[in-house]
């Protein structure tokens, strides 16, 4: 009979993983060089003193049946609705999910952080949530790893090249006005009609599937 552990150790090491913990496992695909990163739900001592840790996986975009998209991060995941059960000896490594507002303050991000905006159901490829904020005119949620300007006057944020620049050209910008509100003289400005209401719009469905 399995009995709960509080922590275990990773082999060779001593650094201690708790439930709760995310870790860097061996890759499940054979091929790919990159570790399987997951969370610990629990950890269980069998009767024959094998250490097994139940874990929920977490995928990466181009895992998922839409595929990686231009928004998705380096060092995003989706947090599947699969569980699995491994021995510890499975284990490599920890690291830390963020939130995507807490990765995108990290002064410096090392190889052991990650983030997560979505959960994702492996099965039907449904994300949660299914609204996100867009922004720019191709209206598509941000990726913290792309260089954006902020128009001083709406607020709104672009991709240089989706205005017409380089990325070169935007940094060396002191401020930046987009087209719409340059348009207008002295009117109040005024947001995209996408973002008019709440800044929340539903994903395109070939985003979630």
């Not at 610990?40 to 874990?55: F, L, S, T, W």
């Not at 996986?57 to 049946?65: A, D, G, N, T, V």
């Amino acid at each position: 009979m399995a009995s709960v552990c509080s922590y275990t150790t990773i082999i060779g090491t001593n650094k201690v993983v708790r439930a709760g913990d995310c870790v860097l496992m061996h890759p499940y695909d054979p091929t790919s060089n990159l570790p399987r990163v997951a969370h610990v739900e629990k950890i269980v001592q069998d009767d024959k003193y094998n250490v097994i840790v139940c874990v929920r996986l977490y995928y990466r975009p181009q895992e998922s049946i839409g595929g990686r998209r231009r928004f998705h991060g380096a060092k995003e995941l989706f947090l599947s609705d699969r569980f699995d059960f491994k021995s510890v000896d499975s284990i490599e490594g920890k690291c830390v999910v963020h939130t995507l507002r807490k990765y995108m303050k990290l002064e410096n991000v090392s190889a052991e952080d990650y983030y997560c905006r979505f959960q994702y159901q492996a099965a039907t490829g449904a994300f949660t949530p299914d609204r996100v904020a867009v922004y720019c005119n191709c209206e598509m949620p941000k990726n913290p790893d792309e260089f954006m300007l902020r128009c001083k006057e709406c607020k709104d944020w672009y991709h240089p090249d989706c205005v017409g620049m380089t990325i070169e050209d935007a940094r060396n910008l002191d401020q930046y006005v987009c087209s719409e509100c340059s348009t207008v003289d002295d009117s109040p400005a005024t947001l995209p009609e996408s973002q008019a209401s709440d800044g929340m719009v539903r994903p395109p469905a070939s985003d979630t599937k």
